[in-house]
T-cell receptor, first 113, second 110 residues
Framework: NAGVTQTPKFRVLKTGQSMTLLCAQD?????MYWYRQDPGMGLRLIHY???????AKGEVPDGYNVSRLKKQNFLLGLESAAPSQTSVYFC????????????FGPGTRLLVL | EDKVVQSPLSLVVHEGDTVTLNCSYE??????LLWYKQEKKAPTFLFML????IEKKSGRLSSILDKKELFSILNITATQTGDSAVYLC??????????FGAGTQVVVTP
């Protein structure tokens, strides 16, 4: 039981490049989330999904897109990376949105030059 | 505007000391408050509090929620170097979305 996994662990992009971050969970959780963590600002919700085929915007969605084609996977895309998107990205999942805690993946460190 | 404020931002203690971390919040449609511990990588879940005045305890860690005064505290007794971490407080609204505080960095020195 791997829990929540993320790939890649680290990536360097040039401004304007695109990339996709992959999150996978093997706990059969319905709900999945993408956060970014910046120094002094805690974790901020980018997008989330309440089930396969559904997505919704969080607190800081601009510049990101997501897809949830399979229940176990949640993809985060950057179409045209900007230096302001340099951050650590965490994926999380939970059984339900309000009853149980969210469980986090190990994070992806992204540097945009 | 919803907000979650943690204090202090950081502290350094000696092994064996007791630590008290604070989390105050203003969140519309409050559902629960959660504490996480973050070492090098992913935040790991510690507690979820939904009812006021009921202490949750796990070993040397305990936490309590005051829904009237809108705050929670996390206590760590007999601290060890392994307790060094950033402790995150998060509040869930009725939709289950979490809003995090900036965290408190705890350093425990031998």
């Amino acid at each position: 039981n791997a829990g929540v996994t993320q790939t890649p662990k680290f990536r360097v992009l040039k401004t304007g490049q695109s990339m996709t971050l992959l999150c996978a969970q093997d706990m059969n959780h319905e709900y999945m989330y993408w956060y970014r963590q910046d120094p002094g600002m805690g974790l901020r919700l980018i997008h989330y999904s309440v089930g396969e085929g559904t997505t919704a915007k969080g607190e800081v969605p601009d510049g990101y897109n997501v897809s949830r084609l399979k229940k176990q996977n949640f993809l985060l895309g950057l179409e045209s990376a900007a230096p302001s998107q340099t951050s650590v990205y965490f994926c999380a999942s939970s059984y339900s949105m309000s009853v149980t805690a969210q469980y986090f993946g190990p994070g992806t460190r992204l540097l945009v030059l | 505007e919803d907000k979650v404020v943690q204090s202090p931002l950081s502290l350094v203690v000696h092994e064996g000391d007791t630590v008290t971390l604070n989390c105050s919040y203003e969140v519309t449609n409050f559902r629960s408050l959660l504490w996480y511990k973050q070492e090098k990588k992913a935040p790991t879940f510690l507690f979820m509090l939904t009812s006021s005045g009921i202490e949750k305890k796990s070993g040397r860690l305990s936490s309590i929620l005051d829904k009237k005064e809108l705050f929670s505290i996390l206590n760590i007794t007999a601290t060890q170097t392994g307790d060094s971490a950033v402790y995150l407080c998060a509040v869930s609204d009725s939709w289950g979305k979490l809003q995090f505080g900036a965290g408190t960095q705890v350093v425990v020195t031998p």
